[in-house]
């Protein structure tokens, strides 16, 4: 399972229909939180995502419609009964920000929480994946995050083994392990019976920035871009000026890099209600692409064989 769950699409204002920036993923049970603004673990409530399996949360930057959320979740998952260690990474000064997340409203937390500061192309590994700190343009320090899945094994020929005279059973699991086994004084090993590896699959989230080399770079045949989309194009001289992108020099950016979907996101309070703007403006250079709504959920294949 990869499951996307946008809790939070406005831009840096919320309005009633959008909360500020916040994404869910579900990898296979492992919640992981990309920036968490205000009203976040209503919206996790709302959308039934759960939250005590959340491992990590990655913020982007210190904008406030980016952490705000923090404070309200940390200490309603104490509530609850919290024990595991919350990681929250971040750029410079995450770790002066984790320290008064703990303090603010006299919480007396009962699970430990880290504070890491990352820099650009630094990873954190995970259990079958890693994320991947990218550099960001935006009006400060700022960080994109790309996560990254291990290569999956290829897939596994029974005909092939059994001609070999490996037994079904143990031995073929063995083999999809990776280890060789021994069958009748022969060694039989994986890559004789295994097809050649799979790609996993890769999400790059962006939080709030120009168009930049660096997104583009970790965007290469990325199954998903989720990007900074905060105006339509005739806002491009402001889009310029605040450090956000237009819908059009996001598309591009996605054409070029190969995307199989795009998903708009950080919308503008001034297409509250209507956002057709934005997603005409992707659509003329880029087909597949979509504005991101409150509570909408997107499931990432694997890609066909």
């Not at 952490?67 to 990474?89: A, D, H, K, V």
């Not at 990218?134 to 092939?160: Q, V």
Request: hydrophobic share 35%; proline share 7%; with cysteine.
């Amino acid at each position: 399972m990869l499951r996307i769950t946008f809790l939070g699409t406005g831009g840096s204002l919320p309005t009633r229909n959008r909360n500020p920036s916040a994404v869910m993923v579900n990898r296979e049970g492992e919640l992981i939180l990309f920036d968490c603004g205000e009203g976040t673990q209503q919206q996790m409530m709302r959308a039934k995502t759960g939250m005590m399996s959340l491992s990590s949360i990655f913020i982007s930057h210190f904008h406030a419609d980016h952490f705000l959320g923090i404070p309200g979740l940390i200490q309603t998952m104490s509530f609850l009964g919290r024990t595991e260690p919350l990681t929250i990474y971040g750029p410079e000064g995450t770790r002066e920000f984790t320290e008064f997340f703990k303090i603010l409203g006299y919480c007396n937390l009962k699970y430990e929480i880290r504070g890491v500061e990352l820099k650009p192309d630094d990873i954190v590994e995970g259990e079958g994946y890693m994320v991947r700190a990218l550099k960001t343009e935006h009006s400060i320090p700022s960080l994109g995050y790309a996560l990254i899945e291990n290569p999956r094994p290829g897939r596994f020929n029974r005909e092939k083994a059994v001609g070999l005279g490996v037994p079904p059973g143990p031995l073929f699991a063995k083999l999809q392990r990776g280890n060789p086994v021994e069958v009748n004084g022969k060694i039989v090993k994986p890559e004789e019976v295994m097809g050649i590896p799979r790609p996993g699959r890769t999400i790059v989230y962006t939080g709030d920035t120009r168009p930049c080399e660096e997104v583009l770079e970790a965007s290469r045949d990325a199954d998903l871009l989720i990007h900074d989309g905060s105006f339509a194009d005739e806002m491009a001289d402001w889009a310029e000026e605040s450090m956000h992108s237009t819908a059009g020099e996001v598309a591009a950016l996605a054409k070029e890099a190969g995307v199989r979907k795009l998903v708009l996101t950080h919308i503008s309070s001034r297409y509250t209600d209507d956002a057709d703007p934005v997603l005409k403006d992707s659509k003329k250079v880029f087909e597949n692409v979509i504005v991101a709504e409150d509570l909408m959920e997107l499931e990432v294949p694997y890609r066909p064989d």
